[in-house]
């Protein structure tokens, strides 16, 4: 284990959610397309456009802002249920992931402090 990885316990976790979210994100442009009767321009920029910025924020996280600008792309994330409904309910289950992130990201952080 990297000492850049012990210093950050949660950042494997946090790297894990943006990149399902990345996943699921994406798959929602044909669903928007298809059954919700979204342009699939507009599909494409705002769905497709979360997912890059998922994937980009994963491979960020080793600076301290990464955090909170990935809890803003998790609002944005649930927002998304405007276009396919189902997202506010996955938004929110990938919101909650992060933020039980962030909590056992802490609650290591004062392990390791002792």
Do not use: H, Y
Request: glycine fraction near 10%; charged fraction near 10%; proline fraction near 4%.
């Amino acid at each position: 284990m990297s000492a850049d990885r012990a210093a950050n316990p949660a950042r494997s976790l946090f790297a894990t959610v943006l990149a399902c979210e990345a996943i699921v994100i994406a798959l929602a442009i044909p669903v928007a397309v298809s059954i919700m009767d979204v342009d699939g321009a507009t599909a494409g920029a705002v769905c497709g456009g979360l997912a890059v910025a998922c994937l980009l924020l994963a491979g960020l996280l080793r600076f301290p802002w990464a955090v909170a600008v990935g809890s803003v792309l998790q609002v944005l994330i649930i927002a998304t249920g405007f276009m396919v409904p189902a997202m506010f309910f996955l938004g929110a289950v990938f919101g909650a992931l992060w933020g039980t992130a962030i909590w056992l990201g802490r609650k290591a952080a004062a392990v390791q402090a002792r």
